[in-house]
């Protein structure tokens, strides 16, 4: 599976974005598929992402501001992210593999596909 992320800019703090993960030519139908973000000097950390079978987690630190959703062919995903703030600022990166479990979806090892990443930059 190729995975396309796009979206990324510079905003304002209190700004909104929508990223996409675009599969190329497929359906993620019974992939888990995540949004992960890495800034500057720290790892990679999980976002948002769905379960093979449908469901949903994100990161405390993005509840109430992000929300993952997807089309209903299901070859993208998006994450509208709203109330930007200044620690959003990283690189996204999309993810997805058909093998994951849901407990590990967390897990930015489990997922075998991975976009190129897109750049989030939130001024203060």
């Known amino acids: 599976v190729q995975l396309q992320a796009s979206g990324g800019g510079l905003v304002q703090t209190g700004g909104s974005l929508r990223l996409s993960c675009a599969a190329s030519?497929?359906?993620?139908?019974?992939?888990?598929t995540a949004w992960f973000r890495q800034a500057a000097g720290k790892e990679r950390e999980f976002v948002a992402g769905?379960?093979?079978?449908?469901?949903?987690a994100s990161a405390d630190s993005v509840k109430g501001r992000f929300t993952i959703s997807r089309d209903t062919a299901k070859t993208t995903v998006y994450l509208q992210m709203n109330d930007l703030k200044p620690e959003d600022t990283a690189v996204y990166y999309c993810?997805?593999?058909?093998?994951?479990?849901?407990?590990?979806?967390?897990?930015?090892?489990?997922?075998?596909?991975w976009g190129q990443g897109t750049l989030v930059t939130v001024s203060s």
């Open positions: 030519g497929r359906s993620l139908n019974g992939y888990a």
């Open positions: 769905f379960t093979r079978s449908g469901g949903s």
């Open positions: 993810a997805a593999d058909r093998q994951i479990i849901t407990s590990s979806i967390r897990t930015q090892s489990a997922y075998d596909y």
